[in-house]
C-alpha cells in the first residue's frame, strides 16, 4: 500500500510562526526547501536554517509555498498528527528481562507494543537497544547531530548481551556507540540489572568499558529487572534481596567516587529502588549529576523530598501555618509500597505543623502484576479499589499522576478516575509528581 504524501499536522501554537503563516490544524507538510520530509530527524533539521521554504497542502487541495524568515533553530510551532512522521519500529529482540512479555493477556492492545525506535529516543528520551537501528539512521543521528541519545546497553559483554537480548547482532551493535563518540553526540545509558546474569562482576566490566565514553555519555543507570507473577515459560530470573542491593550499591559508589575527581560527574547511578531493598537512605541531590536519569527511577524520591522541603519552608515563610487556624481535614493517599515510608514521612511532619490535618496512607499492594512490583507507576484500579473498600478515606482520596495513562484519567487496567469514585464514593482528586504539589493537595485551599 503506497504511503500518503506529506505529514498532517494536529495543531498549532497560539503565537507561532505557523499561527502567523496561516497554518492550520488539518493542513499537510509536503516538504522543506524542496525535499520531502521522511521523519522527525529529518523535520528538525531542515527547520533549523534562518530562512526555510514550507510547502503545505489545505485541505480543499490548495498548495501553498511559505517563504519563512525566523532565528536559527526557531521551531514553526506545529504538532503533527504522528509525532515520528513515521510509523512506529516494534523491537526484534526477546529480552529475558522484558515486562511486556510479563503481563497478562487481556488488556488493551497498545500495551504489548514494544518499541525499539532511535527516533523516540531523540523525541521522548525512550531507551534504545541499537539493534533496530540501521545504518542510514546512525549516518543522520551523526549528520543532523541529534541527541541526547538514550541507549540500553545492559552488559557490555557481547556474548552475553546475545543471550539477554536474544539476537545474535546484539554484540555487534554495541560499535554503534563509538560512533556516537567520535562525533561527539551526547548519550545516557541504562542497565537493566538481573541476578546471576549481568550483576557482580559483570557489572564491574560494564561500568569500567562504558568509562571510555565519558563525558559524551554523560550518565549510567542501574536499574533492578520488575518481575511480574507473569513469568510462566521465561527465563527463570531471581529478585534482588537485601544484602544484593547493598553489595550493588558498594560496586556504584565505589566507580563514582574514582570518576567524579576527573570528570565532575558521579557518572553511574542507582535506582531509587535499590536504596530502599538495601534499607539505606537515598543520596543527597548533589549526587545526581542535574537528575539526569528521573525517567529510570533515579533520584525520583531525592527530588520530591528537596521540593517538599523547599514548599514547607515557604509554607511557614508566607504564614500558611497561621492562616490555617485550626482547620480541620481529613484526606486518604494511595501510593506503592516502595515509597510509602517517605510519603508517610512527609505526611506526618505535615501534620505536626499543621493542627486538625489528618492524612490516611494507603500503600497499594500490586495483586494484579505481583507483590515484587512495588512501584507506584503500576498500580491498577482494580487493586485500588480492592485494597480501600471500608477504609477510611476522608473527604477525598489522593491518586499520584504516574499511575494514569498520559494524558488522559485512565489506569493500566481501563479503570477511570470516575470508576474508583463511584465505587468507593469518594472524590478523587490527581496529584502531579513534585513535592509542591503534593503540599498543595494535602492541604487544599484555605
Known amino acids: 500500500m503506497k504511503k500518503e504524501k506529506g505529514h498532517l499536522i494536529k495543531s498549532v501554537q497560539e503565537g507561532s510562526i505557523a499561527e502567523e503563516m496561516e497554518i492550520e490544524a488539518g493542513d499537510k507538510l509536503l516538504a522543506i526547501n524542496g525535499e520531502e520530509v521522511e521523519d522527525i530527524f529529518d523535520y528538525q533539521?531542515?527547520?533549523?536554517?534562518?530562512?526555510?521554504?514550507?510547502?503545505?497542502?489545505?485541505p480543499y487541495g490548495e498548495e501553498w509555498l511559505l517563504e519563512i524568515d525566523k532565528e536559527y533553530e526557531e521551531d514553526l510551532g506545529v504538532e503533527f498528527e504522528n509525532g515520528l512522521m513515521d510509523d512506529y519500529r516494534s523491537c526484534s529482540n526477546k529480552c529475558i528481562f522484558c515486562f511486556i512479555d510479563q503481563m497478562p493477556k487481556g488488556m488493551r492492545e497498545t500495551l504489548y507494543f514494544k518499541d525499539d525506535d532511535s527516533r523516540l529516543s531523540f523525541l521522548q528520551g525512550n531507551y534504545v537497544t541499537l539493534t533496530n537501528m540501521s545504518e542510514k539512521d546512525v549516518n543522520r543521528i551523526v549528520k543532523y547531530h541529534l541527541?541526547?541519545?538514550?541507549?540500553?546497553?545492559?552488559?557490555?559483554?557481547?556474548?552475553?548481551?546475545?543471550?539477554?537480548?536474544?539476537?545474535?547482532?546484539?554484540?555487534?551493535?554495541?560499535?554503534?556507540?563509538d560512533r556516537f563518540y567520535e562525533a561527539g553526540i551526547e548519550m545516557n545509558g541504562q542497565i537493566v540489572l538481573c541476578k546471576d546474569v549481568n550483576d557482580g562482576a559483570e557489572l564491574e566490566r560494564s561500568i569500567s568499558d562504558l568509562t571510555k565514553y565519558l563525558p559524551h555519555l554523560r550518565s549510567v543507570s542501574v536499574v533492578p529487572v520488575g518481575l511480574s507473577k507473569y513469568r510462566e515459560g521465561l527465563y527463570p530470573l531471581k529478585p534482588f534481596e537485601k544484602e544484593d542491593a547493598k553489595a550493588t550499591l558498594e560496586i556504584i559508589h565505589r566507580w563514582q567516587k574514582k570518576i567524579y575527581p576527573e570528570y565532575g560527574l558521579h557518572f553511574v547511578h542507582a535506582s531509587d529502588e535499590w536504596y530502599i531493598l538495601a534499607e539505606?537512605?537515598?543520596?543527597?541531590?548533589?549526587?545526581?549529576?542535574?537528575?539526569?536519569?528521573?525517567?529510570?527511577?533515579?533520584?525520583?524520591?531525592?527530588?520530591?523530598?528537596e521540593?517538599?522541603?523547599?514548599?514547607?519552608?515557604?509554607?511557614?515563610?508566607?504564614?500558611?501555618?497561621?492562616?490555617?487556624?485550626?482547620?480541620?481535614?481529613?484526606?486518604?493517599?494511595?501510593t506503592g509500597r516502595i515509597t510509602y515510608p517517605y510519603i508517610q514521612r512527609m505526611v506526618k511532619r505535615m501534620e505536626a505543623v499543621f493542627p486538625g490535618l489528618c492524612v490516611?496512607?494507603?500503600?497499594i499492594r500490586n495483586d494484579f502484576f505481583g507483590e515484587r512490583i512495588t512501584v507506584t507507576g503500576l498500580?491498577?484500579?482494580?487493586?485500588?479499589?480492592?485494597?480501600?473498600?471500608?477504609?477510611?478515606?476522608?473527604?477525598?482520596?489522593?491518586?499520584?499522576?504516574?499511575?494514569?495513562?498520559?494524558?488522559?484519567?485512565?489506569l493500566l487496567d481501563d479503570y477511570t478516575v470516575d470508576d474508583l469514585s463511584k465505587a468507593l464514593q469518594v472524590?478523587?482528586?490527581i496529584v502531579k509528581s513534585s513535592g509542591y504539589d503534593f503540599t498543595e493537595s494535602i492541604l487544599g485551599e484555605f
Not at 533539521?45 to 489545505?58: C, G, S
Open 360 to 363: 490516611h496512607v494507603y500503600p
Open 427 to 429: 472524590p478523587v482528586n
Open 379 to 410: 498500580l491498577t484500579g482494580q487493586d485500588i479499589i480492592a485494597q480501600l473498600r471500608g477504609r477510611d478515606l476522608g473527604s477525598e482520596l489522593l491518586l499520584p499522576q504516574n499511575v494514569l495513562r498520559s494524558g488522559e484519567t485512565v
Open 45 to 58: 533539521y531542515m527547520i533549523q536554517d534562518e530562512y526555510v521554504e514550507v510547502l503545505v497542502r489545505k
Open 280 to 305: 539505606e537512605e537515598v543520596p543527597e541531590e548533589d549526587n545526581y549529576d542535574g537528575y539526569l536519569q528521573l525517567e529510570n527511577g533515579v533520584g525520583m524520591l531525592r527530588l520530591l523530598l
Open 147 to 177: 541527541s541526547p541519545i538514550n541507549i540500553s546497553f545492559q552488559t557490555t559483554n557481547p556474548e552475553l548481551r546475545c543471550m539477554m537480548l536474544h539476537n545474535r547482532f546484539a554484540g555487534d551493535a554495541l560499535k554503534k556507540v
Open 307 to 334: 521540593e517538599f522541603e523547599d514548599s514547607m519552608n515557604n509554607l511557614t515563610e508566607n504564614g500558611a501555618v497561621d492562616k490555617w487556624n485550626g482547620r480541620k481535614r481529613e484526606i486518604s493517599a494511595v
